[in-house]
C-alpha cells in the first residue's frame, strides 16, 4: 500500500530524529521547517523574491500577481514537505494563537480534485470570528475581521499544516490582536531610530528591535495535573498547604536536569530547531520543577512569534511525555513563579548594536544616546510600560519579593552612573574645544566596550542595563511579548523623535556642532529623568515610600495598572506614533478588563467547588471518624473518657471550627461575585472582582489548609505540594 503524506512525514521526523542523536548538529535542521531564504530562493521566482525581501526590509505592498506567485512557490514547497492543509495564524486579545485549517485540497468545476492555494488565500482570510474578543470594536452586526498576511515573519510548517502569520484586524481597520499594533510600533521605531542613526552613521536605513526573551516554566506530572481541580481549570493551586521541603536548600536551581525532563527537553529543541526558533539555553530554575529556556535573539516581531509559538510546541510536546507544561505566572504558593524576561535592543542594518558601548568616542556617543533616551522614555511614560505588563496572574508575583515591584524604576549601575554625572556637568550651549577633548577622551572614550560582565546584576530592578540591552523583568510567564514590546518601542519612538527636533533646533538656530548640540539635550535628559534611576534594592518598603517621594506611578493590581491606557496624553501618544487610535485603545483596555475580571470569577467559583464539593465532605468524613472514636472511647471509659480522649476532642473542635469559617467566607465570596457581576461598566466590575471577590481567596486557603494539615491523608481530596513537586 502507498504511504500517505502523513506516514511519509512521520518517517522523515523519525529519521531526523535518528540522525540528530546520531550526528548531535542542530544546524543542519535549523529552518527545515520553514519558508525561510534559502527555501524562497528555491521555490520563487526571482521577481517574486525581489518583492517579498523588499516587503520585508522597507514595508512596501505586495501586489496580487506576485501575491499569486508566492503563494504559488510556497504551495509548491508545503507540499514537497507533507503539508495538507494551510491556516492563517494569528494572535486574537486572548493571549494565545488561533488557527483555522483549511485543506489545499479542492474540487474542480470539471469534478476533478487538485491542490489549491493562490494568492487570495495567502493574502486574506476571514476567520468566523465573532467569539474572539474585540472590546466592543464589532458588535455582533459587523462581526466580521480578517486575517491579513505578515509577510515579516515567514511561514512554517508545524505537523501537516502550512502557518502563515498574519494579523487580525476589523473591516473597519482597527487592530483585533497583539500583531498588528506591534508592526505599527516596531514602524514608528524603525523611522524614528533611523534618523537618529544616522546623525552617527549616513549609511543606516533600518533600525529593528531586538527581542530575547527567557521563558521560564513549570514541568509537571499530567496526572497530577489533571488531579487537582484548581491547577488543571485555572492554572495555578488555589488551596496547598506548603511542602515540608521547597526551595529553601537551593538544590534545584543548576542541578542535574531529571532524565524524564531531559528527554522532554531534547525533543523539543529538535523540534524548535526545525521550526526556526534558535533555543541556546537550558536550565533548572528555583523552584522545584521549575526550568527555564532562552533562544537567542531576534528581530523583535519573529521572536514574538516565535515565543508563541514555542508555548504552543511545548505544550504538545510535553503532552507526548507525559507531562504538562504550567506558563501560569504563580503556579504554587510558597515558592517563586515564573517570569519572562524581556531583553530589548535596537539594531541598524549595517550590524550595529544601538545599545552596545564601543571603542570609539563617536560610538560611545551614538551609545548614549540612544541609552539616554532609552532611560528618558521610560520616565516619561513609567506607567504605560507597567500597564503592558498587568494581568490578573501576573499580579501574584509583581512585588512579591521574586519579581520586581509594580513600581517602574532602571538599573544601570555603578559605571554608567558615573559617566551620567559627569556628562550632566557639561556646560550649557558651545563648548569649549578643551571641554570637548574633555569630554570625549576622559568620559565618553572611556566607557568601556565590555560591560558585560562588569554590570552589577541587581535582580529586583524592573528595567535593568546588561551591558549591551536593556532587560525588562516584569514581564509574566503566561503572557503574549507583543504587549510590553508594543508599548516600549513606541515609547521610544516617541522619545527619538522628540530628541531629533530637539537636536536640530540647536543645530539649525543656535548653530552648534552636531556633537555639542546632542551633548547639550542628553544632558537635559539626564537632569530631568533622575527619578526612574534607582540602584538599591527594589524589593525593600524602603524603596515603596521613596518611589513615592519620587512620584513615581504604583498601581498594585490590574484594575488600577490599566487606567493609564486611555488618559489623555496616552491617546495622544499612540495617535502622534501611528500605532493605536482611541478606539482600539479602549478596546484592547476593555479585553484586559474583561480577561481580568474572567479570570478571577472561574478563580473564585472553582475555590467554591472544591470548598463545598470536597473540602468541607472530607473534613465531615475526618469529624465522623473523630466522633466514632470518641463515642468508642467513651463506650469503655465512661466519664474518664475525656482524659482518654482529649486530643481527639480538640482535634474535632478545630475541624468544626474550620468548617464553620470556610463555609461562612464562601458563602460570603459567591455574594460578594453575585454583587460584581451585577455592574456594568467593566472598570468598575474588575474593581470590583478585585477588592471585594479577591480577597476572599487567601483568607479561605487559610482554613483550607489548617484542614490539609489536621485532617487524615486518606480523606485530602487533593494530591499535595509535596506530591506534585518532587514525584520523579
Ligand atoms: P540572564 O539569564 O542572566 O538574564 P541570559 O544570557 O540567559 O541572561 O539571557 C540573555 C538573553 O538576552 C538571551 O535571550 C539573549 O538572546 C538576549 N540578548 C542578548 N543580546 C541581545 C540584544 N542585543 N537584543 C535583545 N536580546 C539580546
Ligand atoms: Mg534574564
Avoid at 540591552?469 to 516600549?488: D, I, S, Y
Avoid at 476532642?649 to 457581576?677: C, F, P, T, W
Avoid at 451585577?678 to 472582582?689: D, E, P, R, V
Wanted: hydrophobic residues 40%.
Amino acid at each position: 500500500m502507498p504511504k500517505n503524506r502523513f506516514q511519509a512525514l512521520a518517517e522523515s521526523r523519525h529519521r531526523d530524529h535518528k540522525s540528530i542523536n546520531e550526528s548531535g548538529r542542530r544546524s543542519d535542521l535549523f529552518g527545515k521547517y520553514v519558508f525561510n531564504e534559502e527555501k524562497m530562493l528555491q521555490f520563487l521566482t526571482s521577481e517574486a523574491f525581489d518583492k517579498v525581501k523588499s516587503a520585508i526590509f522597507q514595508g512596501t505592498k505586495i501586489d496580487r500577481k506576485i501575491a499569486d506567485q508566492v503563494a504559488e512557490g510556497m504551495k509548491a514547497w508545503a507540499l514537497s514537505m507533507g503539508a495538507t492543509h494551510y491556516t492563517h495564524w494569528f494572535q486574537p486579545l486572548t493571549g494565545a494563537t488561533a488557527e483555522k485549517h483549511d485543506a489545499f485540497f479542492d474540487i474542480l468545476p470539471n469534478g476533478k480534485a487538485m491542490e489549491k492555494f493562490g494568492g487570495a488565500q495567502l493574502v486574506q482570510q476571514e476567520p468566523d470570528a465573532s467569539s474572539f474578543p474585540s472590546g466592543g470594536i464589532r458588535n455582533t452586526f459587523e462581526a466580521r475581521g480578517y486575517t491579513a498576511w505578515d509577510p515579516t515573519s515567514p511561514a512554517f510548517i508545524y505537523k501537516t499544516t502550512l502557518c502563515i502569520p498574519t494579523i487580525f484586524v476589523a473591516y473597519t481597520g482597527e487592530a483585533l490582536d497583539n500583531k498588528a499594533p506591534l508592526l505599527r510600533a516596531l514602524h514608528a521605531v524603525d523611522q524614528a531610530a533611523t534618523a537618529v542613526a544616522q546623525y552617527f552613521d549616513k549609511n543606516v536605513r533600518k533600525v529593528h528591535a531586538t527581542l530575547g526573551w527567557e521563558q521560564e516554566y513549570f514541568l509537571v506530572d499530567k496526572s497530577l495535573v489533571n488531579s487537582r481541580l484548581d491547577l488543571s481549570v485555572t492554572g495555578r493551586t488555589l488551596v496547598g498547604s506548603f511542602s515540608a521541603k521547597g526551595q529553601q536548600l537551593d538544590d534545584h536551581y543548576f542541578g542535574v536536569i531529571p532524565p524524564r525532563v531531559l528527554a522532554f527537553m531534547i525533543e523539543l529543541e529538535k523540534e524548535c530547531t526545525q521550526l526556526g526558533i534558535p533555543v541556546k539555553t537550558r536550565h533548572n530554575e528555583v523552584a522545584p520543577n521549575q526550568f527555564e529556556l532562552a533562544p537567542v535573539f531576534e528581530e523583535a516581531n519573529l521572536s514574538v512569534d516565535h515565543n508563541l509559538l514555542l508555548m504552543d510546541v511545548m505544550e504538545e510536546i510535553a503532552d507526548r511525555h507525559n507531562f504538562a507544561v504550567l506558563f501560569h505566572e504563580k503556579p504554587f504558593a510558597g515558592i517563586n513563579g515564573s517570569g519572562k524576561h524581556n531583553n530589548w535592543s535596537l539594531a541598524t542594518d549595517t550590524g550595529v548594536n544601538l545599545l552596545s558601548p564601543g571603542s570609539t568616542p563617536m560610538k560611545n556617543l551614538q551609545f548614549l544616546t540612544f541609552f539616554v533616551n532609552t532611560i528618558k522614555a521610560v520616565d516619561s511614560y513609567e506607567e504605560l510600560l507597567r500597564a503592558s505588563i498587568a494581568s490578573a496572574s501576573n499580579d501574584h508575583r509583581l512585588g512579591a519579593n521574586e519579581a520586581p515591584p509594580p513600581i517602574i524604576s532602571i538599573f544601570i549601575g555603578g559605571q554608567l552612573n558615573d559617566v551620567l554625572d559627569e556628562l550632566e556637568g557639561v556646560s550649557k550651549g558651545k563648548l569649549s574645544p578643551e571641554e570637548k577633548t574633555e569630554l570625549k577622551l576622559n568620559v565618553v572614550g572611556k566607557i568601556p566596550e565590555i560591560l558585560l560582565d562588569n554590570t552589577d546584576r541587581n535582580r529586583t530592578s524592573p528595567f535593568a542595563f546588561t551591558g549591551n540591552k536593556f532587560e525588562m523583568r516584569g514581564v509574566g510567564a503566561k503572557m503574549n511579548c507583543a504587549k510590553p514590546m508594543t508599548m516600549l518601542n513606541t515609547i521610544m519612538a516617541k522619545q527619538l523623535t522628540d530628541f531629533k527636533k530637539e537636536v536640530d533646533i540647536l543645530i539649525d538656530k543656535k548653530k552648534l556642532k552636531k556633537d555639542e548640540a546632542v551633548f547639550n539635550v542628553l544632558r537635559e535628559y539626564i537632569k530631568t529623568s533622575k527619578r526612574i534611576r534607582f540602584e538599591g534594592d527594589g524589593y525593600g518598603i524602603e524603596w515603596q515610600e521613596e518611589a513615592r517621594r519620587r512620584k513615581l506611578s504604583y498601581n498594585k493590581n490590574t484594575p488600577e495598572a490599566l487606567q493609564v491606557i486611555t488618559s489623555k496624553e496616552s491617546v495622544a501618544l499612540f495617535k502622534e506614533m501611528d500605532v493605536m487610535s482611541e478606539v482600539e485603545l479602549k478596546a484592547h483596555q476593555e479585553v484586559e478588563l474583561g480577561a481580568y475580571i474572567f479570570h478571577i470569577q472561574i478563580e473564585g467559583r472553582i475555590l467554591g467547588e472544591m470548598v463545598y464539593n470536597h473540602i468541607i465532605p472530607a473534613a465531615i468524613k475526618y469529624q465522623n471518624l473523630l466522633l466514632e472514636n470518641i463515642q468508642g472511647l467513651k463506650d469503655v471509659y465512661g466519664a474518664a473518657h475525656k482524659k482518654v480522649a482529649e486530643s481527639q476532642l480538640n482535634i474535632l473542635e478545630q475541624v468544626g471550627e474550620h468548617i464553620y469559617e470556610i463555609k461562612k467566607l464562601s458563602d460570603e465570596m459567591a455574594d460578594a461575585r453575585k454583587r460584581a457581576n451585577g455592574m456594568q461598566l467593566s472598570n468598575k466590575k474588575a474593581q470590583a472582582y478585585c477588592n471585594n471577590v479577591k480577597p476572599y481567596f487567601d483568607k479561605i486557603r487559610e482554613h483550607s489548609d489548617a484542614l490539609e494539615k489536621l485532617i487524615a491523608d486518606e480523606f485530602w481530596p487533593f494530591t499535595k505540594y509535596r506530591e506534585i513537586l518532587f514525584s520523579k
